[in-house]
């Protein structure tokens, strides 16, 4: 057998064994769908639709106990991080969680908010403590009703 077609051969028996794995990540139906879908008792999604008074739900008291912070990039149209207030912690407060400096997200992280790109770092009410960034972080109104997390949708 001469060079050439073995080696067509062996490029063909390559693509044919990597078919399967390629079918399965062009597959639309992820692992935690699956899971959601199999447990009848799993958590209902909130239902983040603004209502009347302008507030919308950003997830619920236990989220927000269990990770720290609650974060949507999509949020009413904006980007929003919250947190409950350290001095007070039956309260939270939602700021808009792109930093000032060049946009990137800031994550809520120890007692205050990060910017890994370029180290910006904000206080709970969203002043500027480390620069690049030199505008402070605006603010959403929010409050805690019942089980939810509401933030005033802009």
């Known amino acids: 057998m001469k060079r050439r077609v073995f080696m067509n051969w062996v490029g063909v028996s390559f693509m044919a064994a990597s078919l399967p794995v390629a079918i399965a990540a062009c597959s639309p139906a992820t692992e935690a769908e699956s899971e959601t879908a199999a447990d009848p008792g799993a958590d209902e999604a909130v239902d983040t639709d603004v209502r009347e008074d302008g507030f919308a739900a950003l997830g619920t008291v236990s989220e927000l106990d269990s990770t720290g912070f609650l974060a949507s990039k999509n949020f009413a149209g904006g980007s929003v991080i919250a947190v409950r207030v350290p001095a007070n912690s039956e309260s939270v ?62």
Do not use: Q
Request: glycine share 6%; proline share 2%; charged share 20%.
């Open 93 to 154: 407060i939602a700021l808009n969680s792109l930093c000032t400096h060049r946009g990137c997200t800031v994550d809520w992280a120890d007692s205050e908010f990060s910017c890994a790109c370029h180290g910006s770092t904000f206080s709970t009410d969203g002043e500027v403590t480390n620069g690049p960034a030199t505008e402070a972080l605006s603010a959403y109104e929010a409050k805690i009703e019942d089980d939810l997390v509401l933030v005033m949708a802009s």
